[in-house]
Each structure stands twice: as structure tokens, then as C-alpha cells.
């Protein structure tokens, strides 16, 4: 467990995708890893963490997998109506949030996450300074530095326009870690000024904010293609959440 005095974190989960790239008519976060869907082993290991006080869940209109589960019944969970986009979901559920604390996103598609990988963000909140850089940090997310060669192409073209420097380039992960005020109003700025939000941390960028990297375990994969089931369930089986 980790010595953080944060004792209430909220956290976000966008589940209104339909996962359009998984080749399946039953949206990826109700896709099956042993007994469980992706979902469930998501919620499980965020309802499970000392510091997470809810876990906000946001579905699709048209969500007729949820109430089905047995976890949907949780006291933890609150469940809202999710957006057309994902960030959109993310800002309905900042919405709910009324008073002026931390809020942690997740993606529903990450089951592999583990409690010490939450408790480097968390860390963040109480010990905000880098000595080395003088300054402070408002928020971080998980990331992975990249390890292969980066090739950067003419538009969508498969054609090399130039070798990139992976020396400074990271993979964004979630969680993502921000004040909810915060983030609520980044997100809204962001979005008036017609900006692309691809991940919470990009609306924190856009409004002046610093983001710091912490880097994620290996394990912590996105599921978006079939073949991502089979390794999540490799990792969960070496976490001992599944047999």
C-alpha cells in the first residue's frame, strides 16, 4: 500500500466505445478474459485500491451488457451516460464530480493494471516538486518510453518521410491523474478553441499545465485487436487474478 496521505480519488472509466476494430459484434470491455469480461477486471482492480472512493462508469446509451454484470450492482460505482466521443464521457463524468479533488481516468480497455503502477501517480500529488527542474508538476499519467525505431510518414501514406528520435518520444497510458477542476476546465477550453483532445493529458497541455511521466509496467496493454486477449490474459495470469 502506499504511504500517500490521499485518502479520495475518484475515478473516471469511459465505456461507451464499441471497439470497432476487435472484428466482434459485442463491444471489447464485454469481451471475455476467463470467467470475467475486460471490464470486470478493470473495475475490479480500480474498486479494490484503498485510495479509489467511487468509480465512475460511463456507458452507451444503448448499453445492454452492464446491468447484467454482477459488478454493476458494486456501492462504488456510479454509472452515467457516456458521449459520442470519449472525451466526451470523460467531461459528463467530471460533471459529477462537485467538490475540488483528484480525479483519475482509465480506460475500461486497460484490465492489466496494477495497484503499484496507481500508487506512482498517487506519489505525485504529495511530493509535486522536481528540485531539478525548479518547478511543479499539476498531474501525471502512466507512459511507456519507446523502445523501437519511429518512422513518421507523408499523411496516412505507408511511405518513410523521416527517422524520428525516439530518445524523447513516450506511448501515453491511463491512468491519467488531475485535479477534476482542473481538468474539467482544460477540457472545456480545449474544446472551444476546436483543439483535438486525444487523451486527458493533451487538454492539460493545450491549458498551460505541466504533466509529468511516470513510467508503467509492460503490462498495462490497451485491448484494441483479437490478439491483445490473449496476452491480457497471459498478464492477469501472472498477476494470480485469474487461474
Known amino acids: 500500500m502506499t504511504h500517500t496521505s490521499v485518502t479520495s480519488i475518484k475515478a473516471i472509466v469511459p ?18 478474459i476467463g470467467t470475467q469480461t475486460v471490464l470486470e477486471h478493470t473495475l475490479a482492480l ?6 479509489i472512493t467511487q468509480v465512475i462508469v460511463a456507458l452507451n446509451p444503448d448499453d445492454k451488457y452492464f446491468k447484467h454484470l454482477p459488478i454493476a450492482n458494486h456501492k462504488k460505482i456510479k454509472c452515467i451516460e457516456g458521449g459520442s466521443e470519449r472525451v466526451d464521457s ?5 460533471e459529477t464530480i462537485v467538490d475540488d479533488q483528484w480525479v483519475m481516468v482509465h480506460d475500461a480497455a486497460r484490465p492489466c493494471l496494477t495497484h503499484q503502477d496507481i500508487n506512482k501517480l498517487l506519489e505525485v500529488i504529495n511530493d509535486k516538486n522536481d528540485s ?12 511507456k518510453p519507446a523502445i523501437d525505431t519511429m518512422k513518421q510518414t507523408h499523411s496516412s501514406a505507408p511511405v518513410i518521410q523521416t527517422t524520428v528520435d525516439r530518445e524523447t518520444l513516450w506511448h501515453a497510458l491511463t491512468p491519467q491523474l488531475f485535479n477534476a477542476v482542473s481538468l474539467k476546465e482544460a477540457i472545456k477550453s480545449a474544446q472551444q478553441a476546436n483543439k483535438m483532445i486525444t ?26 485487436l483479437p490478439e491483445d486477449l490473449a496476452l491480457a490474459e497471459f498478464f492477469l495470469k501472472q498477476q494470480g487474478r485469474i487461474s
Do not use: F, W
Request: hydrophobic residues 35%.
Open 15 to 32: 465505456a461507451a466505445g464499441i471497439g470497432s476494430r476487435m472484428s466482434s459484434n459485442t463491444p471489447k470491455q464485454y469481451l471475455s
Open 132 to 143: 531539478a527542474m525548479g518547478y511543479q508538476y499539476d498531474g501525471a499519467i502512466l507512459a
Open 199 to 224: 487523451d486527458e493529458a493533451s487538454a492539460m497541455e493545450y491549458a498551460g499545465y505541466r504533466v509529468k511521466l511516470v513510467s508503467g509496467s509492460t503490462c498495462n496493454i490497451k485491448i484494441t
Open 46 to 51: 480500480l474498486l479494490s485500491h484503498p485510495h
Open 90 to 94: 470523460v467531461l459528463n463524468g467530471l
